[in-house]
């Protein structure tokens, strides 16, 4: 039981991290969309996107290798933290001579906003890979403590910046720098991570830098298929509907993010459950009762925002962006069904066996484009949902059969499938607004909660035994240890 235990000791510990930073998160989106036009948060939304193309490519992915061989190989992490900063600090000097590419009609304006991004791309690529020294260290609760108090100066500043002294998009920029750079003091006084960092030389660090691009290289094309999976559209929306459409598109995509408040709390902590286990006895039990427990707070947690999408837009979503709500089900299906598929590639990253993240991704990433494309033009914002949908579930169905090779995870087919197909036609229902769809949407939620109950009952029962015979053992040894004395 040890597993669980820490298991759910640091989802406990990532919980307070994700709350905090990401219920911060939610609550500005009405900041943001009372404040900025739609082609202003479409700006910004656009250089998260940026970002999370570039980033991987310019730093090579090498935070993942980083906490993965630090777990791995403790005895040489001075080495491996050493060639990952310098890595990252290479991949802001590429960033730098890139910024002119801004300046492209594609970016929608991001270019006159060049100086802002550089700096919080510098700012974001150090603390995220500070993170994962963090992770690779077990410094759980640095990260916790590092992500609130980044989050909370972030909110602070955004509220005065934008709301106070109207510096709409500059406003929002300087505060990601500043939360950015708060996190990064923390890890450097609290976290000792600069330590471990010395003047490169390649005769003794050659060895350590092979090593580590062997695991990264396949992560860094793996990041850019993830990328035009769930980001690309927004190019499309862009250039065939306008920048205010795309605005209208990330604003109703901060909801279904709140998927990632569920995948992300189990996620941080699951990733280093799966990378500390994953050559131990009984893994895949161990996987298979995870992920039990997992996709039911996943369902439970989808299938209660797509019935309270409209509510909760109401409250989120101001003046124009409220018309975006009708997108938001299906975008939260996209979300469930990535977030699953999300799960699976743990098997690869903690196998090391990375190339399988590659391909199961470079398909999916092809099939959205074309169907991105295809579907705007058919049903506009809703078709450019609807593509990440049908893009997500073949990455989900080409890691299911792939995963097994390595590690057999037990699912109850019939309860899985019938779930995916109710928070389907559920989806459906909210966004065509079938007529009685907020009563028709709840019965759906209760069908959902009942289908979780019946798939995760036998898994709770084998757990609460395990626990129970534990316990036995434990008590009988002190019964021999009395009966001695």
């Not at 124009?320 to 799960?343: Q, R």
Request: aromatic share 14%; net charge positive.
């Amino acid at each position: 039981m040890g597993k669980y235990k820490n298991l759910l000791l640091n989802i406990g510990l990532f919980t307070l991290n994700t709350v905090s930073t990401k219920l911060i998160t939610f609550l500005l989106v009405p900041l943001y969309t009372y404040f900025l036009t739609a082609a202003q948060y479409g700006v910004t939304d656009m250089s998260l996107t940026v970002a999370g193309l570039i980033t991987p490519v310019v730093t090579l992915s090498i935070g993942d290798a980083t906490t993965r061989y630090v777990i791995n190989d403790p005895d040489d992490k001075e080495r491996y933290i050493s060639v990952g900063f310098w890595i990252t600090l290479l991949g802001c000097l590429i960033m730098l001579f890139l910024l002119p590419l801004l300046r492209l009609p594609v970016f929608g304006g991001l270019g006159n906003y060049q100086w802002f991004y550089l700096a919080y791309f510098v700012s974001s690529a150090f603390n995220t890979y500070m993170a994962n020294v963090a992770r690779g260290l077990n410094q759980v609760k640095l990260i916790t403590w590092a992500s609130i108090a980044s989050s909370l100066v972030s909110a602070s500043s955004a509220g005065l910046l934008i709301g106070l002294f109207d510096w709409k998009v500059e406003g929002y920029f300087i505060s990601l720098i500043l939360g950015g750079l708060v996190a990064i003091v923390i890890y450097l006084l609290f976290g000792g991570s600069w330590r471990y960092v010395s003047i490169p030389r390649i005769d003794r660090d050659r060895r350590f830098t092979k090593k580590m691009l062997l695991y990264s290289l396949p992560l860094m094309p793996n990041a850019i298929f993830w990328w035009i999976g769930t980001s690309v559209n927004r190019f499309f929306i862009t250039s065939m509907l306008g920048i205010g459409a795309s605005g209208l598109f990330a604003a109703a995509s901060k909801i279904p993010n709140v998927m990632n408040m569920v995948s992300s709390t189990f996620w941080q902590a699951w990733s280093l459950s799966a990378f500390q286990e994953f050559k131990k006895v009984d893994t895949r039990k161990f996987y298979s009762n995870v992920f039990a427990v997992f996709r039911t707070f996943c369902f439970l947690a989808a299938s209660g925002l797509v019935w309270l999408s409209p509510w909760l837009a109401s409250l989120l979503l101001q003046k124009k962006f409220y018309d975006s709500w009708v997108i938001i089900p299906i975008l939260i299906l996209a979300f469930l069904l990535n977030v699953f598929a999300g799960f699976y590639g743990t098997v690869f990253t903690a196998s090391m066996k990375t190339k399988y993240l590659m391909t199961s991704t470079a398909i999916p990433a092809i099939a959205v484009i074309v169907l991105t494309w295809l579907l705007i033009n058919v049903a506009g914002l809703q078709g450019a949902a609807w593509a990440m949908v049908g893009s997500n579930l073949i990455m989900y169905v080409m890691r299911v059969f792939m995963a097994s090779s390595i590690v057999k995870i037990t699912v109850n087919w019939p309860f899985m499938l019938t779930n995916i197909i109710i928070v389907t036609f559920q989806a459906c229902v909210m966004s065509w607004q079938v007529p009685m769809y907020m009563l028709l949407s709840g019965l759906l939620f209760v069908s959902v909660f009942v289908v979780s109950i019946l798939d995760i009952y036998p898994v709770m029962m084998d757990l609460i035994s395990v626990i129970k015979g534990r316990r036995s053992k434990r008590e009988h040894a002190k019964h021999i240890r009395r009966t001695r004395i």
